[in-house]
């Protein structure tokens, strides 16, 4: 209950009034113990003795120190009493150290082309995520990739971390693998079956709110979709001209927005 209330006290701080925050420093500090700031000195200097010495983690460091932070946010109200700055760090130290890893698990359907490239104008390199000429790009993709009966609710990735293997489904076929990924969760390596004549794709992951996106390089992904277009008789004879849509661009990646299925 405390975590959640200090949580909350951190959001709300950065948009309450002054007078608001203040009245939250001294709400908060009543819940974590020690929040007036009539407390003696003598008091102020045994706690502080006190959180000294059983501060020995790195997690109870940093939470003192956004302990610190929060109470210069409420206006000064709380950073008077070492107990309560104490125990916002703790709480907050407590949370940093038990931070949930991100994780791939699950089932994702496909729900649209993601496009990812790159133009450099007078040595300023500018990403052009979302702007209309990305957007162009996909809408193109995404006519080729509906010709050959890929398009949002036909194809599905399943990801199972207690082996590291996924399932991709295109068409109702599945392709068998297993798959790594970079610490930072940045980077996916797909490494296929024998149906996929053990075929191997890296590309870059990007975790979002609802799902995932899985970029490659438009030669890799080409490659990959001949194959697994060729398994499922499909003819895709025009598939390659995918890689020259963004000719002009730097970095030019493709590949696919996915929703987690709930």
């Known amino acids: 209950m405390k975590r959640i209330l200090a949580i909350a006290a951190l959001a709300a701080a950065m948009t309450f009034s002054?007078?608001?925050?203040?009245?939250?420093?001294?709400?908060?500090?009543?819940?974590?113990?020690?929040?007036?700031n009539s407390n003696s000195t003598e008091q102020k200097t045994e706690n502080t003795t006190t959180t000294t010495n059983s501060g020995n983690s790195a997690?109870?460091?940093i939470g003192q120190a956004v302990g610190s932070v929060l109470g210069d946010i409420l206006g000064n109200t709380s950073t008077g009493?070492?107990?309560?700055?104490?125990?916002?760090?703790?709480?907050?130290g407590d949370?940093?150290?038990?931070?949930?890893?991100?994780?791939?698990?699950?089932?994702y359907l496909y729900s649209g082309v993601?496009?990812?490239?790159?133009?450099?104008?007078?040595?300023?390199?500018?990403?052009?995520?979302?702007?209309?000429?990305?957007?162009?790009v996909e809408t193109k993709v995404d006519e080729y990739l509906t010709k050959f009966g890929i398009k949002p609710g036909t194809m599905s990735i399943s990801f199972y971390e207690s082996d590291m293997t996924f399932v991709w489904t295109i068409g109702g076929f599945p392709f068998n693998g297993t798959f790594q990924v970079t610490p930072d969760m940045d980077a996916i390596t797909l490494n296929f079956g024998r149906s996929m004549k053990f075929f191997t794709m890296t590309g870059s992951l990007d975790l979002t709110l609802d799902?995932?996106?899985?970029?490659?390089?438009?030669?890799?992904?080409?490659?990959?979709?001949?194959?697994?277009?060729?398994?499922?008789?499909?003819?895709?004879?025009?598939?390659?001209?995918?890689?020259?849509?963004?000719?002009?661009?730097?970095?030019?990646k493709i590949g696919f927005k996915l929703a987690r299925q709930k």
């Open 114 to 136: 993601a496009v990812s490239m790159t133009t450099n104008e007078g040595g300023m390199v500018s990403n052009l995520a979302g702007t209309a000429a990305a957007s162009a």
């Open 18 to 36: 002054a007078q608001a925050q203040n009245t939250l420093g001294n709400i908060l500090g009543g819940i974590l113990g020690g929040g007036s």
């Open 59 to 61: 997690t109870d460091v």
């Open 95 to 107: 949370l940093l150290g038990t931070v949930v890893k991100p994780t791939l698990e699950g089932t």
């Open 81 to 92: 009493n070492a107990t309560v700055d104490a125990a916002i760090g703790n709480v907050l």
């Open 211 to 252: 799902g995932v996106k899985l970029l490659f390089t438009s030669e890799k992904l080409t490659a990959f979709l001949k194959k697994a277009l060729a398994k499922l008789g499909e003819k895709q004879t025009d598939i390659g001209q995918i890689a020259k849509l963004a000719s002009g661009y730097d970095n030019y």
